[in-house]
Every structure is written in structure tokens, then in C-alpha cells.
């Protein structure tokens, strides 16, 4: 739990009101009350953050997740799609703030989705290792590489010098020829630090194969995009997570105090 007015972890205890219990922060000594639960959520906010830490960092399918916290299939299906979704908002909210460098990676993996086949290309900064973006398509042509690149630059404000996957590397003369932009290979890419990188989106391209609509797989790359970015700390960077190094200013540890941000700052519910 984090105050609902200057997200500090720092409070106390400060009484009851109604049965309810109420916490002081000690940061801006604000009172606020003890809700247990999200808005129009039965279950309590500690079981549906835990929910989605854990299938977004382990990668587990949702039946066993079911066995481990009792809650039906469809349920947490529906937390996971509402909460990626809420909290991609809140993230791009934040894109003023993202600081990452000019040098990127994109790779590309080709998934099958109700029998038919997907792309999922990501984009990775260099030095920071921040997800810039993750982005399914139903095709993998020209137009797709570009739209990918539009989006990733309007996020960023940066005109990057581009590493591409081995994936990649069959459509790279005509990527170049029609969008009038250099390729280069990703053999320097892999001397950096990009080890929880390739773990998250390897469970994350297993968790999705069983997903029908372009929508729900969507939300999906979002909330892994998000799992990676602010609650995977990486070694090779002394702690630190990749949204830690592009400069964001917030620095919520999971899932659930990421959606107490959310309505702290926008004075709505989720």
C-alpha cells in the first residue's frame, strides 16, 4: 500500500473511522483510509496484484494460477486485460519523461494465435535496455517495420540508428531501399545486458499462444512490456530496472502499487 496523495511508503497507523482503518503519511502528513480493495472489485487488491505478478513474471497458464489462489479462469482473465490496459495508459501518460539513447534494437518473432499466424516485433534501447514498445501484427511487411518505427520515435522523440534481429534480416535490403534507412546487424547488441529481456518475452510468447483477439494480445505484450520494464531489475546494471535508467519518475516494486499510482495521480479508479 502507498499514500493515496504523495505515493510515499512511509505511514502509520492513525485510528479507525467506521471500522475502517485510517494511515497518516509521514511524508505529507496527509490522512487517507485503509481500502483493502480497488474500486468495483470484490476480491481483495492484495490478491489481484499477487494474481498478476505472478503470471506476468513466472509466465504461468491461467488454470494454474487458478489452483494456487481459487479464483476462476475468466476472472483473472479479465484482471489481467483491464489492468495491462489501465496501467498502459497510465505509462503513456509518462512518455515525456522516458530518456533513452539512439541506439536500438527490433526483433521480430512469429507466433501462431488460434491457428493463424502473428508477429510480435519489439524495440529495445541500447544503453538503458528499456522496452521502448511491443507490437503484434497480423503481417509482416513494409508497412508493419514502418508503423513499429513511426510509433517508437513519437514515444521518444528520437530518429534512432537501428540494430535489427537475424529475423530480420531477409526484408532488410527492402526495408532499406523503401523507407530510406540503415540496418545494421545486431552482433554488437549482443554484448549488451539484455538477459531478463530474452527470459520475460520467452514466457511471454508462450503465455500469449493461447489467446484469440488481436485486443487481448495486445494488452498482453503491454503488461509484459510493463513487468519488464519496472519490475525487472537487472544485475549487469547494479539493481537498477530498465525504467529506472530511461529516468521515469516513478518507481512503484509490482503490479499492485503501480495501479495505486494510477489513482493516486489521475483522481479516477480503474
Request: charged share 25%; proline share 3%.
Amino acid at each position: 500500500m502507498i499514500c493515496k496523495y504523495c505515493a510515499s511508503h512511509k505511514f502509520v497507523k492513525f485510528g479507525t473511522r467506521n471500522g475502517v482503518q485510517i494511515f497518516k503519511c509521514k511524508d505529507c502528513e496527509r490522512v487517507f483510509l485503509g481500502n483493502e480493495k480497488f474500486w468495483r472489485m470484490r476480491k481483495p487488491k492484495t490478491l489481484v496484484g499477487k494474481t498478476l505478478d505472478i503470471y506476468f513474471k513466472e509466465g504461468y497458464k491461467l488454470e494454474i494460477i487458478s489452483d494456487q489462489i481459487k479464483v476462476d479462469t475468466s476472472t483473472i482473465f479479465r484482471w489481467i486485460n483491464k489492468y495491462s490496459n489501465f496501467s498502459h495508459k497510465y505509462i503513456e501518460s509518462l512518455r515525456t519523461q522516458i530518456q533513452v539513447h539512439n541506439y536500438w534494437l527490433i526483433d521480430e518473432n512469429e507466433i501462431i494465435i488460434n491457428g493463424n499466424n502473428y508477429y510480435c516485433w519489439d524495440v529495445v534501447d541500447f544503453r538503458t535496455c528499456y522496452l521502448i514498445l511491443s507490437h503484434v501484427s497480423q503481417t509482416r511487411a513494409i508497412k508493419d517495420f514502418q508503423n513499429l518505427l513511426g510509433i517508437s520515435m513519437s514515444r521518444t522523440g528520437e530518429r534512432p540508428i537501428i540494430f535489427i534481429s537475424d529475423r530480420i534480416l531477409d526484408i532488410r535490403a527492402d526495408i532499406e531501399r523503401l523507407l530510406s534507412v540503415s540496418l545494421m546487424p545486431n552482433r554488437a547488441f549482443e554484448r549488451v545486458p539484455i538477459e531478463k529481456f530474452r527470459i520475460t518475452m520467452s514466457k511471454r510468447n508462450e503465455a500469449i499462444q493461447g489467446l484469440r483477439t488481436l485486443s487481448n494480445i495486445q494488452n498482453i505484450l503491454d503488461g509484459f512490456a510493463i513487468q519488464y520494464n519496472f519490475f525487472s531489475d537487472h544485475i549487469t546494471m547494479n539493481g537498477t530496472t530498465p525504467a529506472q535508467e530511461a529516468k521515469i519518475l516513478i518507481h512503484p516494486r509490482n503490479w499492485q502499487e503501480l495501479i495505486e499510482y494510477w489513482v493516486t495521480v489521475s483522481d479516477t479508479s480503474p
